[in-house]
């Protein structure tokens, strides 16, 4: 059923999710090796640990303290890197989506 289905779905430009091709930049960091060492310093340094809610099971995300999307240079900075579960994950991105602004988060200082 699969089959007959997706040769008629909508691809690129003409697909109602397209955003200008943002998403082949995006996938290619996400990819990438630095994307994964960075996610693994992020993790390490709050211990594995939500920021938010302190939780230390389940699914884990490394979230930008200021999005990529706003600034570039900052993708790979550990310091603009904070680790949440994947409930405060959510949150933070539907209270970024409802005020139109990134969340703002004050990442303690860690000896």
């Known amino acids: 059923m699969w089959a007959?289905?997706?040769?008629?779905m909508a691809r690129?430009?003409?697909?109602g999710n397209w955003r200008g091709g943002r998403s082949s930049e995006y996938n290619k960091v996400?990819?990438?090796l630095e994307w994964a060492q960075w996610r693994k310093k992020v993790f390490e340094r709050?211990?594995?640990t939500c920021v938010l809610c302190r939780i230390q099971k389940g699914m884990l995300h490394?979230?930008?303290v200021v999005p990529w999307r706003i600034s570039h240079?900052?993708?790979f900075e550990v310091s603009n890197g904070?680790?949440?579960c994947d409930s405060c994950h959510m949150m933070?991105?539907?209270?970024?989506?409802n005020s139109q602004q990134p969340a703002l988060f004050v990442v303690p200082m860690r000896s």
């Open 4 to 8: 007959k289905i997706k040769p008629m």
């Open 12 to 15: 690129g430009e003409k697909n």
């Open 30 to 32: 996400r990819a990438s």
């Open 46 to 48: 709050d211990n594995y």
């Open 62 to 64: 490394p979230h930008h």
């Open 73 to 75: 240079g900052l993708v």
């Open 82 to 84: 904070i680790t949440l």
């Open 92 to 97: 933070t991105h539907q209270k970024e989506r």
